[in-house]
Structure formats: structure tokens, C-alpha cells
């Protein structure tokens, strides 16, 4: 079943959360951000159109939580402008179960897939 309107709000605020967090550990970007959480989620979604520049990201991919950050900021982005594609897994398909969702809301691939991808070298 497709998440309803509901599932994707709650999964917004805990990637916003999420973001949050990352980002006040990774001080360059937790100033700049600050002032978009005050809106609340559906302001954010509306202003936060512009992701990442692709020089925030490669320095973002340096490290563990910056890759997190990044995949949270993604997570967010398709959330607000592609919500069809949120939650089905980017390898085969399937909705991604919410409960998954829940607990790792960036999640791009089901839990088989992922195991797989893990399990592959270059990824
Ligand atoms: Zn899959």
C-alpha cells in the first residue's frame, strides 16, 4: 500500500530530525540550516527545493555522517518532489515496508536489496 499523506509527514519530521542532528554535528551546515526548521515541515518542503550544490556533497561524502546527511537530504527531496518514488525500492520495485521506513527513513532499497548492494563490492 503507497504511504498516505499522514506516513509521509511523520517520515518528514524524522528525517528532518535526523538532518538536524547530522547537521549540528557537521557545523558548517547546521548555520545555515537553522533557519529553514522554523517553519515547520511543510514551509521546509516548500523552500528547501534547492538540494545539496554538488560541492557540499563531495565534501558532505568525505565522511560517515556526511554521507548519512546527504542521504537524508536526498531522502527529503524526493519526499517533497517525486513522493511516488518515496519508499518503493530503487532496485526492484517493491514498497519499501513503513516500518523499515520508520526506522531508516532514508532508505532507498528493501531490506533484501540492500543486503545485496552491501554485499557487492564498489558500492
Ligand atoms: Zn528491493
Given at each position: 500500500m503507497p504511504l498516505d499523506n499522514g506516513q509521509r509527514e511523520a517520515l518528514g519530521r524524522l528525517l528532518e530530525r535526523e538532518r538536524s542532528r547530522l547537521a549540528a554535528r557537521l557545523q558548517r551546515f547546521s548555520a545555515q540550516r537553522d533557519d529553514v526548521e522554523v517553519g515547520g515541515f511543510s514551509q521546509h518542503?516548500?523552500?528547501?527545493?534547492?538540494?545539496?550544490?554538488?560541492?557540499?556533497?563531495?565534501?558532505?561524502?568525505?565522511?560517515?555522517?556526511?554521507?548519512?546527511?546527504?542521504?537524508?537530504?536526498?531522502?527529503?527531496?524526493?519526499?517533497?518532489?517525486?513522493?511516488?518514488s518515496f519508499g518503493v525500492c530503487e532496485h526492484c520495485g517493491v514498497e519499501i515496508p513503513y516500518a523499515r521506513l520508520e526506522a531508516v527513513p532514508a532508505a532507498r532499497s528493501c531490506l533484501e536489496c540492500q543486503t545485496g548492494v552491501e554485499s557487492r563490492s564498489g558500492w
Amino acid at each position: 500500500m503507497p504511504l498516505d499523506n499522514g506516513q509521509r509527514e511523520a517520515l518528514g519530521r524524522l528525517l528532518e530530525r535526523e538532518r538536524s542532528r547530522l547537521a549540528a554535528r557537521l557545523q558548517r551546515f547546521s548555520a545555515q540550516r537553522d533557519d529553514v526548521e522554523v517553519g515547520g515541515f511543510s514551509q521546509h518542503m516548500a523552500e528547501d527545493a534547492s538540494a545539496l550544490t554538488e560541492r557540499e556533497t563531495a565534501y558532505l561524502l568525505a565522511s560517515e555522517e556526511g554521507r548519512r546527511l546527504v542521504a537524508v537530504d536526498q531522502a527529503l527531496d524526493r519526499l517533497l518532489h517525486s513522493p511516488e518514488s518515496f519508499g518503493v525500492c530503487e532496485h526492484c520495485g517493491v514498497e519499501i515496508p513503513y516500518a523499515r521506513l520508520e526506522a531508516v527513513p532514508a532508505a532507498r532499497s528493501c531490506l533484501e536489496c540492500q543486503t545485496g548492494v552491501e554485499s557487492r563490492s564498489g558500492w
